[in-house]
């Protein structure tokens, strides 16, 4: 992470409006001061500012460095964690080790902020804008905002398969995801056969995917003989995807489909879904579910592969605007199991047969990524994003990290049938 957070950005107040204005709320940022003070002394972490140490856990603990603390804690005193991950995006706070600092605040997330204020959450967390619903025009022009930002830049840091979505690595005698040169590559091959596997997918399958990504899973579906419609609301992705088909000589085998899944029509033995439903929305669960019941034939299977979040959890932040939504996924949010339970039981006739966790190998697939980011910030340059963008995607990836390396977001492979015979 050294290369990406080497120096501080001046930030375009054009581009970044929010990074280039810090906020004037100095009694916030007295109180910020003070609690986050308390919690870092509770962590594994060390906290220095130019004045001294805030929290020093000694040898080998990750350390934080605040270099400018006035602007870090009228930050956080304004706008809590948007502040913090603004905070790191201005340079106000530095680490040789993100993923670190971000796991030492993860396996505390609980205990960082007292009871009595957690009560208080709904009274100083922003709503998330109307905007950012996800309607149909809604969810278009939220998924241009993020997979349209460049094909280059995805490819940058993504392997050859161009998989968006945790991989499933070789595991070690003790279950722990193997990595090593090439390994991401055969991950997300292995991630995406075991899904075909889960939706039965084999010659003369009629597969419907939902969530084109690139193209990867598509082709592989057709090369065992299957009959693809993949559906994609990204026109970067759309185009690509198309060229990659056809690369690979599949175009008849293969419809790729720029559209919503609320706009899909006919009858498909099978239906697979990658890491879509944290981008659906809320609200628009019984939707995406009510598609996938409504599109698949009698007899038929869905596999997906779904974020979740523990329920408590993700009650207490589903209408929240958090750092994620205003830079990174506007408009999504991350489901629990039992939301996806709950759903499907009111809404169809489709029910979770089988489960599989794989929080450790997206750890370790966003590590890698991270590092391949890092390695090709030159690249990254060379396609316009700035010094304050390339430190907003290393945050967000290594967040990311830090969740499924701590447990406090899961991810896993679902299999779902129906609860009855089908008619």
Known sequence: MTAATASSPAADPVRWPEIARVPTAPVRAVVARAMFARAAARLRLTVRTPEGA??????????????????????????????????????DWDTDDLAAVLSAFGDRYDSLVPAALRRLRPLYLRRRPREEDQTIAGSRRNIR???????????????????????????????????????????????????????????GTRLLEIGTGWGELAVRAARRGAAVVTITNSGQQYELARQRVRSAGLDGPVQVELCDYREVGGRYDAVVSVEMIEAVGDRYWPAYFGAIDRLLAPGGRAALQAITLPHDRMVGISRTYSWMDRYIFPGAVIPSVRANEETLARHTSLRIASYRPMEAHYAQTLRTWRERFTANAALVDRLGFDLVFRRMWCFYLAYCEAGFGTGLVNVGQYLLTRETADT
């Open 54 to 91: 805030l929290a020093d856990a000694g040898p080998g603990a990750p350390e934080m460095r605040i270099n400018r603390p006035a602007a870090f804690f009228r930050r956080l005193g304004a706008d809590g964690a948007i502040g913090f991950g603004e905070g790191y995006m201005a340079g």
């Open 145 to 203: 905002r993020h997979y349209d930002l460049s094909n280059e830049l995805f490819a940058a840091f993504l392997d050859e398969t161009l998989t968006y979505s945790s991989a499933l690595f070789a595991e070690d005698a003790e279950g722990r995801p193997v990595a090593g040169p090439g390994a991401l590559a055969e991950a997300q091959r292995r991630k995406i056969d075991r899904i075909l596997d889960l939706a039965g997918v084999r010659p």
